[in-house]
Every structure is written in C-alpha cells, then in structure tokens.
C-alpha cells in the first residue's frame, strides 16, 4: 500500500523560507514521479512542481524561481523548498506521486502553510 | 494557457445518474489522458479515474470516464448515486510539462 506523509508546514512571514518534506513507503520515488499541489483555503486544486524518475523538475509559472524541488533517494523522500514566500502561498500542500508511466495518482494527507505577518 | 473548464455545482437524487463535463480551451482532449480525483470536505483528494477511462482498484464500477472529441470535453458519470457521494470533484490533464486542474465541481446529492 502506498502512503504519503507530508511535514514541514507552519507559520512563516511574508518573504521567509519554509521547507516541505514528503515521506513515501510502498513506493520508490526515484524510480517514479512525485509531484506538490496546493489547495488554498476555499479554492480549487492547483499544480506547483513535478520531479520525474529522469530527474527532471518542472514548476509552475507562479512559483518558478522560488520554490525547488528535490529528492533523497536514501530516504525515499522528496522535499519542496519554499523562499520569497507570499501571502498568496497560503494554502495546504498536498504530495502526489504515481508510478512511471501511470497517472494513477496517489495523494498524501496535506501540510498546512500560513504566510502573514 | 491550456486551461479546463467544469460546471460549479451539480445536484442529483439519490439513486439517478450525474455526469460532470471538463472541456479543454485548446487541442485535443483526448491527446494527453484526463484524470478525477474527489474531494469530500476536510479530506486530501483520491483518484476515482486515471488515463480517462480507468479506475483504481477499491473505486465502485458507478464510476466511470469518457472523452467526447466533437466537444473536446471528458466527462466523469456516476450511477445509483450515494449520498456519500457527495464531493467536489476535479478534472486533470496536461498541457506539455505543467499539470493543469479544472476548477471544481461541487456535487450535491439530495
């Protein structure tokens, strides 16, 4: 069975840094895709970044230049590191992953992120 | 910008069938496969369709995905509703490298 569990949400000023981590068991994440999306409080689902087994990271318009993306293969974790942080990054922050080739995806429970001064 | 468009709300009784449209804003739906996930309040989404027509193992056969080419829309129908049911549900898709959502639709069975 496959689980995600995100940590690393909290409370950090308008241009302060906070870093996510997503930890996987029954599931290998360099060998797959992990991905970060983000859901404001009352809005929609929306895409943030995407790391693929290759190694290559793909970022939103509104995030790219801010936010990387990473993995530990030793740790079976992938991590989003969020600087220059904005009021409008306020949001819960969801880990996905799938299996190469699949676009089953597999969701963890969320991480909360408050941006306010 | 590829973008995905949903209705905001659907209502439907207990025991009917609803179906949920996602139309795409530019090229062919049925190019790059279309994803749902439900949403229930205070819960993480879950995938009830992957690759337009597929369902995870453990999610009922009332559920089920399709594509209309003519609209360039997929659609996501649920039959012999539930009150568990009850969701908001998301289209997913992709334009080149970026993921792209739909906005929602908030399912109401009453």
């Known amino acids: 069975e496959v689980q995600l569990v995100e940590s690393g949400g909290g409370l950090v000023q308008p241009g302060g840094s906070l870093r996510l981590s997503c930890g996987a068991s029954?599931?290998?994440?360099?060998?797959?895709?992990m991905s970060w999306v983000r859901q404001a409080p009352g809005k929609g689902l929306e895409w943030v970044s995407v790391?693929?087994?290759?190694?290559?990271?793909y970022y939103a318009d509104s995030v790219k230049g801010r936010f990387t993306i990473s993995r530990d293969n030793s740790k079976n974790t992938v991590s989003l590191q969020m600087n220059s942080l904005r009021t409008e990054d306020t949001a819960v922050y969801y880990c996905?992953?799938?299996?190469?080739?699949?676009?089953?995806?597999?969701w963890g429970q969320g991480t909360l992120v408050t941006v306010s001064s | 910008n590829f973008m995905l468009t949903q209705p905001h709300s659907v209502s439907e009784s207990p025991g009917k069938t609803v179906t949920i449209s996602c139309t795409g804003s530019?090229?062919?739906?049925?190019?790059?496969?279309v994803q749902w996930f439900q949403q229930r309040p205070g819960s993480a989404p879950t995938t009830v369709i992957y690759?337009?027509?597929?369902?995870p193992s453990g999610v009922p056969d009332r559920f089920s995905g399709s594509i209309d080419s003519s609209s360039n829309s997929a659609s996501l129908t649920i039959s012999g509703l539930k009150t568990e049911d009850e969701a908001d549900y998301y289209c997913?898709?992709?334009?080149?490298?970026?993921?792209?959502f739909g906005g929602g639709t908030k399912l109401t069975v009453l």
């Open positions: 996905v992953g799938a299996y190469s080739s699949s676009w089953n995806l597999y």
């Open positions: 029954g599931f290998t994440v360099s060998s797959n895709y």
């Open positions: 790391i693929y087994s290759g190694g290559s990271t």
């Open positions: 530019s090229g062919s739906i049925a190019s790059n496969y």
């Open positions: 690759e337009h027509n597929q369902r």
């Open positions: 997913q898709s992709y334009d080149s490298s970026n993921w792209v």
